[in-house]
């Protein structure tokens, strides 16, 4: 064990760990306006509501893979009846096509935000990092699930290697030794995945902490008609609104004289200096 692997495998995880919690508190307290998506559905919607769908439900795919292969152990699936064999054969099949769809997905998107002039002028130098470490995080994640299953190159059961040394970061023990001996892919597919939870609170990537809870409890929203109000007569500062004083009962139809109460109006007195 060298001392570059106690330096990537063993201390790089934390502090990139550090940087994900820390970076997504402060852009919480201090840039709220800013934790969106920056939607550009206005300027372009044909190529979004192809690419968007396709990376959105790649994604999801993809993470749920990630999340069994990492933390479920091996020991666990074979109790469940389920061999080594099929869970690999399942782990590349879903893997596979999930990949595609969300490379194929975020290539579409990319391609929108590079021709849309309205949209590529909204974009930042934070998203074109972001799009760049999360395209080849996806390819070599594709990349990974080849070689691991032996259709390129040797077949290696990261479930033995990666995973270990995944979950011994959660109790403080990292299994440095497992993680040196995975393969050149797997570090490298690893390494990019840092990065790209190190740059996550500092990109668009943040809205995907965001639940819609306020959602349920906002206040209803008023829609107006379209169509012209009456207009108002128009009418001096000094004259009432109709209704606003009672009509007297004494003359025919006359206005009331007096004060709205019911005593009579009195002259204001005026003093002459």
């Not at 099949?93 to 909204?122: D, E, Q, S």
Request: proline letters at 7%.
């Amino acid at each position: 064990m060298s001392t570059t692997d106690i330096l990537l495998w063993g201390v790089l995880p934390y502090v990139t760990l550090a940087v994900l919690i820390g970076g997504t508190v402060w852009r919480y307290r201090y840039d709220q306006f800013g934790w969106t998506t920056r939607s550009s559905q206005l300027y372009e919607s044909r190529l979004l509501r192809i690419g968007s769908p396709l990376f959105h439900f790649g994604i999801l795919v993809v993470i749920v893979g990630h999340v069994i292969g990492l933390v479920v152990p091996e020991s666990w699936t074979s109790a469940a009846g389920l061999s080594e064999g099929a869970y690999h054969v399942q782990a590349i099949a879903l893997g596979t096509v999930a990949g595609l769809c969300t490379l194929v997905g975020i290539g579409i998107l990319i391609y929108r935000r590079r021709t849309t002039g309205p949209v590529f002028m909204a974009t930042t130098r934070n998203d074109k990092a972001m799009y760049a470490v999360l395209l080849a995080a996806l390819v070599a994640g594709l990349a990974t699930t080849l070689a691991g299953s032996g259709a390129v190159g040797e077949q290696h059961n990261y479930r033995e290697t990666v995973s270990p040394w995944f979950r011994s970061l959660f109790v403080l023990r990292p299994d440095i030794e497992a993680m040196a001996e995975a393969p050149f892919s797997f570090h490298l597919h690893t390494l990019i995945g840092l990065l790209l939870f190190a740059l996550w609170p500092f990109t668009r990537l943040v809205h995907a902490f965001t639940a819609p809870v306020g959602y349920l409890l906002r206040p209803y929203v008023l829609y107006r008609s379209r169509t012209a109000a009456p207009a108002r007569t128009p009418r001096r500062g000094w004259e009432g609104r109709p209704g606003d004083y009672p009509e007297s009962t004494t003359g025919a139809g006359a206005p009331y004289s007096g004060t709205p109460e019911g005593g009579p109006r009195w002259p204001r007195n005026r003093s002459r200096h």
